[in-house]
C-alpha cells in the first residue's frame, strides 16, 4: 500500500507543481526559502509574480521566459492525465500487473506468428524521445484502458463481433513471416485506413477508449488507432514488452496526442494516425511523452536529469 501511494503521491504532487514559483524551484532558480520571502515581499507590489522578479534584478527575461514555457507544458499534461484518472475512485481495488486478461492473445495467428517467433522476449533498453522513466505495476487509475480490455472480451463473444473479427484476422494473416519492423509498418498502414472520429460524435462522450471490435466497426480517435494497432501486433504474436501506448504533448498543436511505441532492436517505432508512414523515435521531434501504458504497467515520463550520460538506445 505505501509504494502504491508513494507512487501516485510523487505522481501528483509533480503534476500540483504547477505555478511560476515552482517551476522556478523545480528549475533551481529559487530555492523555497527565496520564493517565500519575495512571495511575501511581492504582496506589497502591484504586479505580476514574474514581473516582480524582473525588476528586483532576481531573475532574467530569459528565465522567465523559457520558465512560462515550462508552466504550460506542465499545465497542459496535468490537463492530460487528469482525462485519464477521472474515474479512479470507481476502479477496482487490484488493477497490477497480469490482473487483466491478455485477450488479443486469444486471437493470435498461428499461421502469421513466423515473424514474431523469431522476436526477442528481451526488450531492449528505454528512453522514449530522452526522458527518463518511472514505471508502476498498479494500472487501477486508468480505468478507461481496463475497461477496454474486458469490453473487448465481450466484443469477440458477440455475432457482430465475429464479423469484424473475421475481417480482422484475415487482413492480419497475410503479414506472416514478417520481421517485427515489416509488421509494425504494416499494421500501421492497415489500421490507419479506417475513418477518424471525435469521441463527441462517435460515443457522445468526451474521451472513450474503444476496442478494436469497436474502432474498426466505427472508427475512432488517436487512442483508438493505437490501441487497434498494440492489439493486431498481439495477436500476431509481439510480445507485450515489446509495445507500450503513449500519451504524449504535441508541441506543435499544443495538445495530448496517443501513439503506440512498439521497441524493436534497431530502435523505437512510432505507429501514428497523423503519419501513414512509420517512424523511428529519434527522427520525431514534435512529440513529448507524458506517460505509456500496456497490459503490465505504466510509466511516467519526465524529463532526463542534465548533465546525465544518456544510453544510446535513448534517442531511438
Known amino acids: 500500500m505505501s509504494k502504491k501511494l508513494g507512487f501516485l503521491g510523487l505522481l501528483r504532487a509533480y503534476m500540483n507543481r504547477n505555478k511560476l514559483g515552482d517551476i522556478l524551484v523545480l528549475r533551481g532558480i529559487l530555492t523555497s526559502d527565496d520564493l517565500r520571502k519575495h512571495l511575501k515581499a511581492h504582496k506589497q507590489q502591484n504586479l505580476r509574480f514574474g514581473q516582480y522578479l524582473i525588476q528586483q534584478n532576481i531573475i532574467s527575461r530569459k528565465q522567465l521566459v ?10 497542459s499534461t496535468a490537463a492530460t492525465l487528469a482525462v485519464f484518472t477521472s474515474l479512479s475512485a470507481f476502479a477496482p481495488k487490484t488493477a497490477s500487473a497480469g490482473s487483466i486478461k491478455d485477450v488479443p492473445a486469444n ?4 499461421s502469421a506468428t513466423v515473424g514474431a517467433d523469431t522476436i ?3 526488450a531492449p533498453k528505454r528512453n522514449l524521445f530522452g526522458s527518463a522513466e518511472k514505471r508502476s ?3 487501477s487509475a486508468f480505468t478507461k484502458w481496463t475497461a477496454m480490455f474486458n469490453n473487448f472480451e465481450r466484443d469477440i ?3 457482430e463481433g465475429n464479423k469484424v473479427l473475421a475481417k480482422w484476422k484475415s487482413d492480419l494473416t497475410t503479414l ?3 520481421s517485427l519492423k515489416q509488421m509494425a509498418a504494416s499494421v500501421n498502414t492497415m489500421v490507419n485506413k479506417t475513418r477518424y472520429i471525435t469521441d463527441d460524435r462517435n460515443w457522445g462522450k468526451s474521451d472513450y477508449w474503444a476496442t478494436p471490435v469497436e474502432f474498426f466497426n466505427k472508427g ?3 487512442e483508438d488507432f493505437a490501441i487497434a494497432k498494440y492489439a493486431s501486433l498481439r495477436a500476431l504474436g509481439v510480445p507485450e514488452n515489446r509495445m507500450r501506448i503513449a ?9 495530448p496526442h496517443a501513439i503506440l511505441v512498439v521497441y524493436g532492436d534497431d530502435g523505437a517505432y512510432i505507429l501514428d494516425n497523423q503519419s501513414q508512414a512509420m517512424k523511428f523515435a529519434r527522427d520525431v521531434k514534435t512529440y513529448k511523452p507524458i506517460f505509456s501504458i500496456n497490459r503490465t504497467g505504466w510509466w511516467l515520463h519526465e524529463k532526463a536529469p542534465t548533465g546525465g550520460t544518456v544510453l544510446a538506445s535513448a534517442a531511438q
Do not use: H
Not at 247 to 255: E, F, L, R, S, W
Open 120 to 122: 526477442s522476449r528481451v
Open 176 to 178: 506472416r513471416g514478417q
Open 66 to 75: 523559457l520558465s512560462l514555457v515550462a508552466q504550460s507544458s506542465v499545465r
Open 247 to 255: 500519451i504524449v504533448q504535441d508541441m506543435v498543436k499544443n495538445i
Open 107 to 110: 486471437l493470435i495467428l498461428a
Open 137 to 139: 505495476s498498479d494500472i
Open 157 to 159: 463473444k458477440s455475432p
Open 220 to 222: 475512432g480517435d488517436c
